[in-house]
């Protein structure tokens, strides 16, 4: 035991003995972990601001729709009253109220839209103002005008900006919705020119640009009771209940508890994996990206543990010929070295860990702002937030943390042994 | 006296070899990771831009000025009288940057089948020409792409067909005011049902053949709304776009569009994401460079006591530096001849099979507008490539000089101390 004591007491001198150099070594080691946080952090700050985004544009990160709509994205299946009011009393209770963060009944349909100028075919969803700015980030993307209100006339609507210029429409502008008033499926059939298609006279409340063509050209908004009056729905139905998490992780779980809530009413509870099958697989491509960058960088600071500690006890072989000649055993050399590769690795993960976790902070906070990349100027719309903002949890801390440590581990066994093996007469020739 | 100091960096070299192989090894697999990392990322980027405008739009339009973006029936290029295509069509190839040409016609109707409509975007293209531009006829799902054979054949996205509720031979009806103010409407055949990914073709676009749609807008022959174009090199899309301009504009009044004027969402992504990956490949050069300066530094360093003995038998500190720096220049060029000779079977692969993500995302994905396949093609960078290796050899330079450096101060007897 004291032998155990007097050789990490070696170890440690050793590393001691030239203070520059360990230090030096430590910080090279300490900035490869810093950098490899920095860059986890970024990759899955990007990734997480993907799914927040896609989720917000979408149906929100669980929708309740009726059974079969996801499939057919028949307008004609819609959520019956007592349904809509049971999940939003159910998430009123208890735990899951706290881990809901928004929830917005939605009514959609297809119409029409015409002024003097053009006429386009659009997507009309039908909202409560109040509660879709909880749930979609359209409200706060709005570049002219405002978002719905809940005392809005009923004639108000938001559309793209895209649409708008289609159109030729601004603020105030009037234009015609036609629509389809939907019939149950089975009911009797319609035709295209029959009484069933109504119009109604819309007034332009507010323009907004997502930078998306598929929304911007096409999605307009109508209060919920306006669209309802319009495609002829009886009070409450809707097509679906999209529901904003605090937590996407929390996604699955209140999907079956909704689920289980829901048993046997003819609902299809969806987590946005599943109802945004496309979003799904673009995370999926740039898990794909994150985990060939995350493999590169990690083959790099390895090659550099490995290098640094190869180079740190090779060349030593006088030295341990001295020690040997002293009279070391060879095991004893051995645990003397990885002792001290070890002591010399928790000092660089240390550091590491100090500058990593300060740069990571800061790009979590204030973000990296890539706007430079857009010489000509910002374009008016971006997609995507152009600062990106660094998110990394302590799961991946302790997982890059214990993979550096792991590898500095195996890769100074190699060095021991060699250590053990050193011939004393060939060691001890003077260079 | 220089021939001699080569020779005495030549033999330190081969003196120590593991030393030199360890330094070698970091400088060269660095320099073989960046080079995967920046072709891996060049090849993202320009797969971004060859995907997004190969499906539908094509790298260059030509339109009549006015008619982009509200596509107004009546601005067909030459105006009402429209212009001779086959000459406008030659005069354009003439150019030899250009590979391919086609010529398109857009509508607006509601089309309507059995009991359901819904508003639809047109597109006549000619079809043995538009498939040498675009790659839409290999996205059929079912069916066939346009043939001569079916005159009236039309092509819908999947989703329309699913929400109207149609199959393969359906007939369909589109109803359309036509550029004379009266109503065309006429009966069509669903040939082909397509499936792109791209939500806006799915469920918004019915493809037909020039002509039969000409006929429908009650057009001339003559009339036709756009040209698409394909380049050799899509890098020279701008220029070609502004010397077409110039050259064409001389008979006829036309605005022609490179793929970043059409599709600003997807330039603004590609950008975006140029930036990331700059940001990325900084970082991970920055690895590379602590690697190859904490190798160099060390190796150099733990040579004190051989450089006092050099001093002690007469060698001048500047020479001392001179050897050392030629040595680790040495070194530095042999090591990054060793990393590219590593990286190019790599950069090859990735450039002729692409790497299969496949598993990670299932099939067809699409980004921003752009439709992205599960294999991911590199690319060659060359400007990335040698300002990788330019850092890393000025790397090892200023990591071997400053232990030299700091040896050159000391005394012979000092530096020999040191063990």
């Not at chain 1, 059974?67 to 735990?95: C, H, M, R």
């Not at chain 1, 089975?186 to 006279?201: A, C, F, I, N, R």
């Not at chain 2, 060269?28 to 831009?49: D, E, N, P, S, T």
């Amino acid at each position: 035991m004291t032998n155990l004591y007097l050789l990490v007491k070696i170890s440690w001198r050793n590393l001691w003995r030239n203070p520059r150099g360990t230090l030096l070594t430590a910080l090279a080691l300490g900035l490869g972990l810093a950098l490899l946080l920095i860059s986890l952090g970024l990759l899955d700050g990007g990734h997480e601001q993907t799914i927040a985004d896609g989720v917000r544009f979408g149906p929100g990160h669980v929708v309740v729709q009726a059974k079969g709509y996801q499939d057919s994205s028949s307008d004609e299946l819609l959520l019956p009253a007592q349904v809509v009011s049971n999940i939003e009393g159910f998430l009123q209770t208890g735990k899951i109220k706290q881990v809901v963060r928004g929830v917005s009944p939605r009514l959609l349909a297809t119409g029409l839209l015409s002024t003097s100028a053009s006429s386009a075919g659009v997507r009309v969803v039908g909202v409560i103002p109040k509660d879709d700015r909880a749930v979609s980030l359209i409200p706060q993307r709005m570049v002219e005008g405002t978002w719905l209100t809940s005392d809005d006339k009923l004639s108000g609507v938001v559309i793209g900006d895209e649409l708008a210029r289609k159109l030729e429409l601004k603020i105030g502008s009037k234009a015609v919705l036609m629509t389809q008033s939907l019939q149950p499926p089975g009911s009797k059939p319609v035709s295209v020119d029959g009484d069933e298609m109504q119009s109604t006279l819309l007034r332009v409340s507010g323009i907004f640009r997502t930078g998306l063509q598929a929304i911007d050209a096409n999605m307009i908004f109508v209060p919920l009771s306006a669209a309802q009056a319009l495609l002829g729905v009886s009070d409450g139905q809707v097509t679906q209940v999209a529901l904003l998490l605090v937590k996407e992780g929390d996604s699955p779980l209140v999907a079956r508890a909704l689920r289980k809530q829901l048993t046997g009413s003819p609902v299809e509870v969806l987590t946005w994996r599943e109802s945004l099958p496309m979003l799904a697989q673009i995370l999926g491509l740039d898990h794909a990206f994150n985990y060939i960058m995350n493999g590169v960088i990690l083959a790099m600071v390895g090659l550099g543990i490995l290098n640094t500690i190869l180079m740190r006890v090779l060349e030593r072989r006088y030295e341990f010929g001295v020690s040997k000649a002293l009279g070391l055993r060879p095991r004893q050399l051995a645990v003397m070295v990885v002792g001290e590769s070890l002591a010399l690795t928790a000092i660089s993960l240390t550091l590491g860990l100090v500058l990593g976790l300060s740069v990571q902070h800061y790009f979590a906070t204030a973000g990296l702002d890539l706007r430079w990349v857009f010489k000509a100027g910002l374009p008016p719309a971006l997609v995507f937030d152009p600062i990106l903002y660094s998110r990394l949890s302590v799961a991946r801390i302790v997982w890059s943390v214990s993979i550096v440590f792991a590898m500095a581990t195996i890769i100074s066994f190699y060095p021991a042994l060699k250590a053990a093996q050193t011939d004393l007469p060939d060691a001890l020739k003077v260079l | 006296m220089s021939g001699g100091l080569l020779q005495l960096a030549w033999r330190n070299l081969w003196r120590n070899r593991r030393r030199t192989f360890i330094t070698m090894a970091a400088i060269a697999f660095g320099y073989a990771m960046l080079l995967f990392v920046a072709c891996l990322m060049a090849g993202l980027r320009w797969q971004m831009i060859q995907n997004g405008t190969c499906l539908v739009m094509s790298q260059i339009q030509i339109h009549a000025p006015g008619y982009y973006p509200n596509r107004s029936l009546q601005k067909t290029l030459g105006g009402r009288k429209g212009t001779d295509v086959s000459a406008l069509l030659a005069s354009i190839s003439a150019d030899r940057r250009v590979s391919a040409v086609a010529p398109r016609v857009y509508g607006y109707a509601l089309l309507s089948a059995a009991h359901r409509s819904a508003g639809v975007e047109l597109m006549g293209v000619v079809p043995d020409q538009e498939p040498k531009i675009t790659t839409l006829n290999t996205q059929i799902a079912k069916g066939t792409y346009l043939t001569a054979r079916v005159p009236k054949g039309v092509v819908i996205g999947d989703k329309l067909a699913s929400t109207i509720g149609i199959e393969l031979n359906s007939e369909i009806v589109l109803l359309t005011q036509a550029a004379d103010g009266s109503m065309g409407n006429d009966v069509y055949t669903v040939v082909g049902i397509l499936h792109t990914g791209l939500d806006a073709v799915d469920r918004g676009l019915v493809l037909m053949s020039l002509s039969s749609l000409q006929d429908l807008l009650h057009l001339a022959p003559t009339r036709i709304h756009e040209v698409g174009i394909k380049l050799s090199h899509i890098t020279a899309a701008t220029a070609v776009a502004a010397a077409l301009e110039v050259r064409l504009g001389k008979n006829l009044p036309v605005r022609v569009m490179a793929w970043p004027e059409l599709a600003p969402e997807l330039a603004n992504y590609v950008q975006f994401n140029h930036g990331v990956t700059v940001v990325l490949f900084f970082i991970f050069f920055l690895v590379a460079v602590i690697g190859v300066m904490n190798t160099m530094l060390m190796a150099v360093y733990e040579r004190t006591r051989e450089f006092g003995m050099l001093m002690a038998v007469g060698m001048r500190p500047s020479q001392v530096i001179g050897l050392i720096l030629t040595e680790a220049a040495g070194l530095g060029v042999a090591s990054l001849v060793v990393g590219a000779t590593l990286g190019v079977p790599l950069l090859w692969y990735l450039q002729v099979h692409g790497l299969d993500l496949g598993g990670a995302t299932g099939g067809v994905v699409s980004v921003a507008g752009v439709v992205v396949g599960h294999l991911w093609y590199g690319r060659q960078d060359f400007p990335a490539y040698s300002q990788a290796a330019a850092g890393l050899a000025a790397t090892a330079l200023v990591s071997a000089l400053y232990p030299a450096w700091r040896a050159a101060q000391l005394r012979p007897t000092e530096a020999m101390r040191k063990v």
